[in-house]
């Protein structure tokens, strides 16, 4: 029998390997299938046999990709995540809205979950890019591992405010003050992403731990994604204001959890403007 090439024999080890994880995450099918919205966008990722889970993989020599077959110009974004468990130090597992248009003027919302060594929590790491301009970060210690089981992350971009929301309890708001000259993403529809990508030089505790190649593959798992459009003018359901319980969770959850805001980085001057308004 001839021989296999290394990387003939990776990609049949990753498939038996994502073989048996997709018979251990496998839940009752939901309607339809999740590259009914979704598709693959390079590297090693693969859809399960019923459709309802999508896998991303990262190795040496790739990470992988997927983005959602149809833009949006404002709505809400849901989607469960099981991330890579054990040493996953060096690796990024990120959900995303990203404009379509030029890089340099590109629009961004982001929820990245950055690894770490074994036995210590993953951070999410949330940002905001308007007009090619980030500097927006703010980062969380999640209250429970990421890696055990699925977990559900929202984005809601509306006409008033960017929510990001942790099953289902808000953890970030940023309103819209473009009437106040804060720049805000209004202008240009955006598509969700997903990725599982190596950023060792910066993802782990400021890239002084290295990624453990040894360990690879890394894979996450995604399923249940569900998009709701929000309306142009504002008003729609998904568009009104988080009432009081809502505001009291969130505080609180910035309190416990919220371990960096860029609202609070001395380092900066002048500070954000935007951080001393409601």
């Known amino acids: 029998m001839a021989m296999r090439s290394k990387s003939e024999a990776c990609c049949i080890l990753w498939m038996l390997v994502a073989l048996c994880c997709f018979a251990a995450a496998r839940t009752a099918s939901a309607e339809g299938r999740i590259d009914d919205h979704l598709q693959l966008n390079g590297g090693f990722g693969s859809v399960s046999e019923d459709g309802q889970i999508l896998s991303l993989l990262l190795n040496h020599s790739s990470g992988s990709g ?14 469960q995540i ?15 809205f990203m404009s379509v248009g030029a890089w340099d ?17 993953y951070t999410l790491h949330t940002n905001i890019y308007v007009n090619g301009t980030g500097r927006k970060v703010e980062q969380f210690r999640l209250w429970f591992d990421p890696t055990a089981d699925f977990h559900t992350y929202s984005i809601v971009w509306t006409y008033r405010h960017i929510l990001m929301l942790v099953d289902g309890t808000p953890i970030r ?5 473009a009437n106040r000259d804060v720049l805000y993403p209004s202008k240009q529809p955006m598509r969700l992403f997903g990725s599982l990508w190596n950023t060792d030089d910066w993802a782990t505790q400021g890239g002084r731990v290295k990624t453990d190649w040894s360990a690879a593959p890394f894979i996450a798992w995604f399923r249940n994604y569900t998009a709701t459009t929000s309306s ?32 609070a980085d001395t380092t900066r001057s002048p500070t954000p403007p935007e951080c001393s308004m409601p």
């Open 66 to 79: 997927f983005k959602s077959k149809d833009t949006y110009m404002y709505a809400r974004a849901n989607l």
């Open 82 to 96: 099981k991330l890579a468990p054990n040493n996953s130090a060096g690796t990024v597992t990120a959900f995303y």
């Open 173 to 177: 708001e940023f309103r819209n003050h």
């Open 232 to 263: 142009s003018d504002g008003y729609g359901y998904y568009d009104q204001e988080m009432d009081g319980a809502a505001r009291k969770k969130m505080k609180e959850a910035r309190a416990k959890y919220m371990i960096y805001t860029y609202c």
């Open 105 to 121: 003027i590109h629009d961004e919302i982001d929820m990245e979950f950055l690894g770490n060594s074994t036995g210590e929590p």
